[in-house]
Each structure stands twice: as C-alpha cells, then as structure tokens.
C-alpha cells in the first residue's frame, strides 16, 4: 500500500483498524502521520480522542489500554504511536493487532527499518493490518519526483531550476519538499520557479555550483571549470570538495556505462544505464569529448585526487588546487 492509497482511502473516509508505516523514506511517513494527527478528526473530536505515543518514553500496556479505550462524542478516536523503533517490547503489541477494536484507528511509525519479517508481530500485521513499505528514492528518480511535487501545488518549474534544486538537495525528499514551499511563499501571482528563484531562496548560485562545474567538464570547456573552481575557492560552502568529487565521479561512471550500448537514442540508453532522461545528454557529451579512455583516464585521476582530498598521498594542498589540478589533467 502507498502513502497516496492511504490518504485517498482517509479522505473518503475510509478506515482500518491498525496501519504500520515502515522503512527508510521518512517523508512518506510523516506525511501520513501529520494527516493521521490533523485531518481525520475535527478539532472538538480531538480534544476526547487523539493519543500520541512516542517509542522511547510509551510502555506496551498503555499504548494497547488507549486502543482499547471507546471514543467519546465520536465514532472513532486515533492512537498515534511516533518513533515506534525506539520502543521497548514492541512486540507486545502484537495480540491487539490480531483483535484490534474497529472504532480505534491505530497509526504506527517504524522509522529507519522494517519489522522483522519472521517475527509473530510481522505475520499478524500482514494478516490484520495495512502496512506502508518506504524505501529511499533512486537518484534518476527524483526529478520526475520533484517535478510531480511542484505540480501538484499547482505551480510548474524550469527544468534548470529543477536540475539545480535536485542536484544541490539530494535525496532529502522532506527537505526538497520545504524548499519548494518556501520558494512559493515568495513568488507572489507568478505561477513558475526559475532558476533565479532557487538562487536567492535556496541560496544555490545558478552559475556557480557543482552541476555546472560538470555540464563545462562533460563539454570540456576549461575556462568555464576553471572559472567555476575559482568560485567554489573564494566560497568554501558553496562547494566542498566532498560533494564536487561524487558528483564528477558520477558522470563518468554513467558516461563509462555508455560505452557498451548498442542504442543510440538518448531515451533508451537512460534507460539501459538507470539515469533521468534529464541528465542523459550530459553523459552522452562527455562519451563524444572524452571517448573510451579518455572516460577511464578521468575515473582514474578522480580516485587519486579523492585520496589526495583526505590527505593520503598529499602534503597538504589546498582543495581548489587539487580540484583545478585534476580538471586541467581531465582536460588534457
């Protein structure tokens, strides 16, 4: 079952007795939780009828006496027990989830992981009760995501800005989600993101950042690098080498993965290497500049200079050297 089946199913007023939100992806399950705590009853039905637990301080037998308990002046009451992973005995649990009362809707949040699949608890939830899955989002996963998100606030985004905002976040889905948000508190009547916005918002240079510093390498445009290494030196945070290493690496682990396609539409070899069709002709740029040994000459020198990054092999150069160094080499 996904968060958006579960929402859908509240919204008509559709309830079961017991639901276990579980796994890695928190956003999804918070997302369920706040609806749970907000929206499924009213304010004066909650004042009577809303509980909340949370896993490091609730004890077992409270937590099923709540469940237990009928609703006053309503139909139904929630018991919401948050950080669930935390609590002790946890497994307690498991013979009211087998007899759960129908006018108790019990939310579990089991952040970070999932019950043990050969566990009695695990069985009965299967049988009994509606369980959420959440696993982290793959990378090629997230603009189309992101994308998606913003549409559904009813705005729409540029696809640099997208491109930008993806790659300065991450896979931080909760965090992606509040930046957006407070980009439209500031966009007035205008119905768009652009890439000015996620500049003075997010407070990403549109011009200086890592996904530029790796559009003007796969181009193989070393002023433009250079440039943009000079930038990320006189800004330290704007930059770390920490974070532009992986992202270099992975346009040549991608473009490398190029090399043994027989496609040649950009559709199908994103496809075959697990990448968004938005990133695609990046990899393919840099196939075209770099060929075959070129690719792996590059991967090569990003494995010393991450060493050299850390101090293995290198007395001490300052990070925009070493990142300048290593591009000119690329480059050569």
């Not at 499924?40 to 004890?59: P, Q, S, V, W």
């Not at 002046?73 to 013979?95: H, T």
């Not at 991967?299 to 060493?307: A, D, E, F, I, P």
Request: a neutral charge; hydrophobic letters at 40%.
């Amino acid at each position: 079952m996904s968060a958006e089946k579960i929402l859908s199913d509240w919204k008509k007023k559709q309830f079961k007795p017991i639901y276990w939100l579980e796994g890695e992806e928190d956003y999804f399950i918070d997302k369920v939780v706040n609806y749970a705590e907000h929206h499924i009853l009213t304010e004066a039905e909650a004042g009577f009828n809303l509980t909340i637990f949370y896993g490091k301080d609730a004890n077992w037998p409270d937590v099923i006496n709540a469940c237990r308990r009928y609703p006053m002046f309503s139909d139904k009451q929630v018991v919401l027990l948050k950080e669930a992973q935390q609590m002790r005995d946890i497994d307690k649990l498991e013979p009211y989830i087998d007899n759960p009362l129908k006018s108790t809707i019990f939310v579990v949040s089991y952040k970070e992981k999932k019950v043990d699949g050969r566990s009695k608890l695990a069985k009965t939830l299967k049988e009994k009760g509606e369980m959420l899955t959440t696993k982290k989002m793959y990378e090629n996963q997230l603009p189309d995501w992101t994308n998606e998100l913003v549409q559904s606030k009813g705005y729409t985004i540029s696809q640099k800005a997208l491109l930008l905002l993806v790659d300065h976040i991450g896979n931080d889905l909760s965090r992606i989600n509040n930046e957006i948000d407070k980009i439209l508190v500031n966009l007035a009547q205008r119905k768009n993101i652009t890439e000015d916005d996620i500049e003075r918002y997010v407070g990403v240079s549109k011009e200086y950042n890592p996904f530029e510093l790796q559009s003007a390498v796969a181009a193989r445009d070393l002023a433009k690098a250079m440039k943009i290494i000079q930038y990320f030196e006189a800004n330290p945070k704007a930059a770390p080498i920490q974070l532009v290493l992986p992202s270099l690496y992975n346009l040549f682990s991608k473009t490398y993965m190029i090399f043994g396609q027989s496609a040649k539409d950009d559709k199908t070899i994103a496809l075959n290497i697990g990448v968004n069709a938005w990133f695609v002709k990046d990899y393919v740029l840099t196939a075209k500049n770099y060929g075959y040994q070129g690719t792996e000459s590059a991967l090569l020198l990003l494995h010393q200079y991450n060493l050299k990054s850390i101090g293995i092999g290198d007395a001490g150069t300052a990070d925009g050297s070493l990142l300048k160094e290593m591009v000119a080499k690329m480059m050569s």
